[in-house]
């Protein structure tokens, strides 16, 4: 049984960090590309950052570039994302997700169950 689980959402001030982390378990960890999206209450699920199975390839949205970082550690079968200078807007619930194909548009097989975060103005 394939499982992923969220850790390490919470609530912050704007400017404030946060990292992210998603242990898988049930499957082989890097023969899945991984990838963070999120959901704010009333909109569409967004996909955040993506990465490649060896971890050689990482992909952001616009809107996070440069505060965001995504790494993988193929070993611990863990995904991270460290998120910094955070803004009201990247409040959401943010989900972890394993697929064979690498980009944001890939369909992802599996998913966690999502980790809430909240960054206060």
């Known amino acids: 049984q394939v499982q992923l689980v969220e850790t390490g959402g919470g609530s912050v001030q704007a400017g404030g960090s946060l990292r992210l982390s998603c242990t898988a378990s049930?499957?082989?960890?890097?023969?899945?590309?991984m990838a963070w999206f999120r959901q704010a209450p009333g909109k569409e699920r967004e996909g955040v950052s993506c990465i490649s199975w060896e971890g050689e390839y990482t992909y952001y949205k616009d809107s996070v570039k440069g505060r965001f970082t995504i790494s993988r550690d193929n070993a611990k079968n863990t995904l991270y994302l460290q998120m910094n200078s955070l803004k009201p807007e990247d409040t959401a619930m943010y989900y972890c997700a394993a697929g064979p194909y690498y980009g944001l548009r890939s369909e992802y097989n599996y998913w966690g169950q999502g980790t809430q975060v909240t960054v206060s103005s």
């Open positions: 049930g499957l082989t960890f890097d023969d899945y590309a």
